[in-house]
């Protein structure tokens, strides 16, 4: 059972204009979510997280926004970059065995950006 | 420079014959933790170490083994290799302690066994 699902796997963004990635998941007890980025040939590098407390956190181009109720984040960069592209991976921790915080990933979005 | 060092990055082997993945943090990290990442199926916690000498299943432990023996190192063991580990490896570690700590991620080690 996918309990982190981003059902876009790709996704193609003229330059300069706004990037938006969406991710579900199903699992109400995480209460903390994580974006990655990926280059080719290099592992997942954190970029912007979000606590349950809050519905929006801020840095630079990224925001990421989390809506409780349905279930749902998403991520937007503004303005997209060429180095913008990347598989980007939505993840949360479950803590159901306390200490482990198992990363759940999604499958990732390919962001492509346009020049 | 704070990193997660794996090594080999690319390996050929066949089946049956033992390998061992190294993983090393110079970050101090208590937590470490081995995840595969397969086509379609993102990432899954193969093992994970909350500090040395303390190790456990993840999801997909079969086939594997990890040790801790020192706090900046943590090997992924394969004894017996097959085919179905051919797989895109991760090593991570993070900081515990604080609430919400990212994991940090290695470069990854591509694996094939034939």
């Known amino acids: 059972d996918q309990q982190v699902k981003q059902n876009s796997p790709s996704l193609s963004v003229q330059e300069g204009r706004i990037s938006i990635l969406n991710c579900d998941y199903t699992?109400?007890?995480?209460?903390?979510f994580l974006w990655y980025k990926k280059y080719p040939a290099e592992g997942p590098t954190f970029l912007i997280s979000?606590?349950?407390?809050?519905d929006k956190n801020e840095d630079g181009r990224f925001t990421v926004f989390l809506n409780k109720s349905a279930k749902h984040l998403s991520l937007h960069i503004v303005p997209s970059q060429p180095g913008d592209s990347a598989v980007y991976f939505c993840a949360a921790p479950d803590n159901t065995n306390f200490g482990n915080e198992k990363l759940t990933f999604g499958t990732g979005t390919r962001l492509t950006i346009i020049p | 420079e704070a990193q997660v060092t794996q090594n080999p990055r690319y390996l050929i082997t066949v089946t049956g014959k033992k390998l061992t993945v190294t993983c090393s943090q110079n970050?101090?990290?208590?937590?470490m933790s081995w995840y595969r990442q397969d086509p379609g199926l993102g990432l899954r916690q193969i093992y994970y170490s909350m500090n040395v000498e303390v190790t456990d299943k993840g999801d997909v432990p079969e086939g594997y083994k990890v040790s801790r023996k020192e706090k900046r190192n943590f090997p992924l063991i394969l004894e017996s290799p097959s085919p179905n580990q051919t797989s895109l490896y991760f090593c991570a570690s993070r900081r515990t302690g604080l609430n919400n700590q990212p994991q940090h991620f290695g470069d990854g080690t591509r694996l094939s066994i034939l």
């Open positions: 979000i606590s349950s407390i809050k």
């Open positions: 970050m101090n990290h208590e937590y």
């Open positions: 699992n109400s007890m995480f209460d903390y």
